[in-house]
């Protein structure tokens, strides 16, 4: 799953240690996150779109286009 | 909210250490009741009284170690329970094919002739060989354990 969180977080110039912060996480899990090598979970989902004020969908994208 | 996880991990060292500290204290009290009671002449076997402060020791540090083990758990985030789950699954299952390998090799006839040493030096009794392949299970899943959880990380780096 490909996602905007590098772009949403280079936007803010936040660092990815507070984003951390903001989402309850580890600097490690949101660098996983960043790089597409970790999908959250939904209730980590819901809390990085509270975070950055935008439906899930337009911080997340599947990768297949839908049938 | 990270700070909620590093107070969690904090509290988890806290009472490890406690718990630690718990522990000393009272084998030093169970170890002064031992030398009060021998001293006044109580006669104590000391093979029995061994046997049962092994499995007390053994029964109080295990029951630790999992309560410290449900706290970091709860402390940690989802992704680093996610690697600890997959390094338990494909590490600890790597370990037992390894040990599973030993195992069928040790039911040859061959092996029967091989005088291999026991986790407890010097010991070639049934328990010593039991807590020897214990023991290597263990160290085999622990290792598979190490590198599927650094190779989970290393793949998300």
């Given at each position: 799953m490909n996602n905007r969180l590098k772009v949403l977080r280079a936007e803010r110039n936040w660092s990815q240690a507070h984003l951390a912060e903001a989402l309850g996480v580890s600097r490690q899990t949101v660098n996983a996150l960043e790089t597409g090598r970790y999908d959250p979970s939904l209730p980590l989902a819901f809390r990085i779109a509270r975070v950055f004020g935008q439906p899930i969908e337009s911080i997340f994208h599947d990768e297949d286009p839908a049938p | 909210m990270f700070a909620c996880m590093a107070r969690g991990l904090k509290r988890v060292a806290l009472y490890t250490l406690l718990g630690f500290l718990a522990f000393f204290a009272l084998m030093v009290a169970t170890g002064f009741f031992i030398g009060y009671q021998s001293a006044r002449g109580v006669d104590v076997d000391a093979d029995r009284l061994t046997f049962w402060l092994a499995a007390g020791v053994a029964v109080v540090c295990m029951t630790g170690a999992i309560a410290i083990t449900v706290g970091w758990m709860r402390a940690i985030d989802e992704a680093a329970r996610e690697a600890h789950k997959s390094a338990w699954f494909w590490g600890g299952c790597g370990g037992m094919a390894v040990a599973g390998v030993l195992f069928i090799l040790a039911s040859?006839?061959?092996?029967?002739a091989l005088q291999p040493p026991s986790w407890f030096l010097g010991r070639t009794d049934p328990a010593a060989y039991m807590a020897t392949g214990a023991a290597i299970l263990a160290l085999l899943m622990t290792a598979g354990y190490t590198l599927a959880w650094a190779w989970w990380w290393w793949r998300r780096r």
């Open positions: - | 040859t006839p061959l092996a029967a």
